[in-house]
């Protein structure tokens, strides 16, 4: 079965600064990768997605993540924190084996705190 | 708004009880997915239903069932509730078009304490 794992349970980071969230997968072929965010007391709402068109996946918000595949990573990434970022950060992979069409498999998650 | 509804939106009951929450999907999306969120668990996918069909079992009990409707709704029975599956259950939908990788839009979930 396939996993991630994220590192880190809570990332602090100041306004304006960059954002790393770690995501790493553990499949023996490139899986179907996503990044979901959930704000408190909402539902998870999609970030972005891996595709294979291309290894440089933008999204929403100004977020992006690069797929990895020799570090079996596919970090979140955005240049400039704001404020309004602040939430829970899933990474998630769905099974190969299901097409992609299978439930998804996530990570522990990591909340990202912005200090003013 | 992601355009998944769920009902109800919180439920309080009692150890040994049966609910059940309710899933009405995107429109057009024939595909359901249920997942749980707890603090000790994580998010796990409990199960998937696509056009009436059960597709496939995640970490599901044997105390729970799903089930979807020919109007494509779908609901989850949670029977002889215990202090343990006190969680938030996300239902999701996908139309499973155009190709992998399929993207999954997540309801507001609805909150279950069981007291």
């Known amino acids: 079965a396939q996993s991630v794992t994220q590192l880190g349970s809570h990332v602090s980071v100041s306004e304006g600064a960059l954002v790393l969230l770690r995501c790493n997968y553990s499949?023996?072929?490139?899986?179907?990768l996503f990044w979901y965010v959930q704000y408190p007391n909402q539902g998870l709402q999609l970030l972005l997605k891996?595709?294979?068109?291309a290894t440089l996946v933008k999204g929403i918000n100004g977020f992006e993540a690069e797929f990895k595949k020799s570090e079996t990573s596919f970090h979140l990434t955005k240049p400039s924190a704001h404020m309004s970022d602040a939430a829970e950060y899933f990474c998630?992979?769905?099974?190969w084996g299901g097409g992609g069409a299978d439930g998804l498999t996530f990570g522990k998650g990591t909340h990202l705190i912005i200090q003013p | 708004d992601s355009g998944v509804t769920q009902t109800p939106k919180h439920l309080i009951t009692a150890t040994g009880q049966r609910v059940t929450l309710r899933c009405s999907p995107r429109?057009?999306?024939?595909?359901v997915y249920w997942y749980q969120q707890s603090l000790d668990q994580g998010l796990q996918f409990l199960i998937q239903?696509?056009?009436?069909?059960?597709?496939a079992k995640g970490n599901i009990l044997e105390r729970f069932s799903a089930q979807q409707f020919p109007d494509l709704h779908s609901e989850l029975n949670l029977s002889s509730l215990e202090l343990g599956d006190s969680a938030l259950y996300f239902c999701?939908?996908?139309?499973?078009?155009?190709?992998?990788?399929?993207?999954?839009?997540f309801g507001p979930g609805t909150r279950l304490t069981v007291t």
């Open positions: 499949s023996s072929v490139p899986p179907y």
């Open positions: 998630a992979v769905s099974d």
């Open positions: 999701a939908s996908s139309s499973l078009d155009r190709g992998p990788p399929y993207e999954q839009y």
């Open positions: 429109s057009g999306d024939l595909s």
């Open positions: 239903y696509y056009n009436g069909e059960e597709r």
């Open positions: 891996y595709t294979s068109a």
